[in-house]
């Protein structure tokens, strides 16, 4: 019987999760599912609406009622049916997202959502949580990581390229503070599952993680005619 695959792929800003995740899911033919941007979503809504991101009454309602969505590829993020894949990158968004990820009523809302989003297909899905908590039997789990300089000026990087006027030690804090909070909120914290396998994406290029991602999931998942693209 055909069966859907999801591949978690968790780990701290700057890892390399979302390049990775990306091209891992174009060359497997899967669904790539940035859960980040969808916290991020709900983050911009908030600040949008002038709600404080730690307001947890007023932060569930809007997470249970955003309506997230991706395109093929993920290349674009549409809230409420409005294109934000620029506006949730922002830095005071960033922040933002970091503390409305804490909350448990934001938190339930967007997992549910993610169920939702792998059923049917097979998926690469990136985060925190994915998998310890979303999806806790997933076939395959990845923990990426990174020393913090070099995940700092990854971010830096990344940032400039978009054509933002960046600090590199502000991005180095800023980034510290949120890895911290993610690390040590109660809620889903950002931990490296038992069986996932780790891989240090420290001095390796994007192609050099890619395969050895690759590797991983072809270990684990036999060249499947059975899986569900
Ligand atoms: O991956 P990112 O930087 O786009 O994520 C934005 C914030 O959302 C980050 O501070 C952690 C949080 N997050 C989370 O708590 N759980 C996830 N599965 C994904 C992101």
Redesign the pocket.
């Known amino acids: 019987m055909a069966r859907c695959v999801v591949v978690a792929i968790?780990g701290p800003?700057g890892a390399g999760?979302?390049t990775i995740a990306r091209a891992v899911a174009r060359r497997l033919g899967y669904v790539y599912i940035?859960?980040?941007?969808?916290?991020?979503a709900v983050?911009l809504w908030a600040l949008r609406n002038g709600i404080a991101p730690d307001d947890s009454h007023k932060l569930d309602e809007l997470a249970r009622h955003a309506k997230i969505e991706f395109t093929a590829g993920a290349s674009t993020v549409v809230l409420n049916g409005e294109d934000v894949t620029a506006a949730?990158r922002e830095p005071e968004v960033?922040?933002a997202?970091?503390k409305?990820?804490?909350l448990p009523g934001v938190?339930r809302a967007?997992v549910d959502a993610?169920r939702e989003m792998a059923t049917g297909s097979s998926v690469v899905m990136?985060?925190?949580?994915?998998g310890t908590?979303?999806f806790p039997d997933a076939a395959v789990k990845i923990f990426l990581d990174a020393n913090p300089d070099v995940r700092a000026t990854r971010r830096v990087e990344e940032l400039r390229g978009k054509g933002m006027e960046v600090g590199a030690e502000t991005v180095a804090q800023e980034m510290a503070d949120?890895?911290r909070?993610?690390r040590t909120?109660t809620e889903?914290p950002?931990v490296q599952a038992p069986d996932a396998i780790y891989v240090d994406t420290t001095g390796l290029t994007i192609e050099e993680v890619e395969e050895a991602v690759l590797k991983v999931i072809r270990g684990r998942v036999s060249n499947g005619k059975d899986v569900v693209r």
Do not use: P
């Open positions: 968790d800003a999760k979302s940035d859960t980040g941007a969808m916290y991020r983050a949730i960033s922040d997202a970091s409305a990820s804490a938190r967007m993610q990136e985060g925190r949580d994915i908590v979303v949120r890895d909070r993610d909120r889903a950002l």
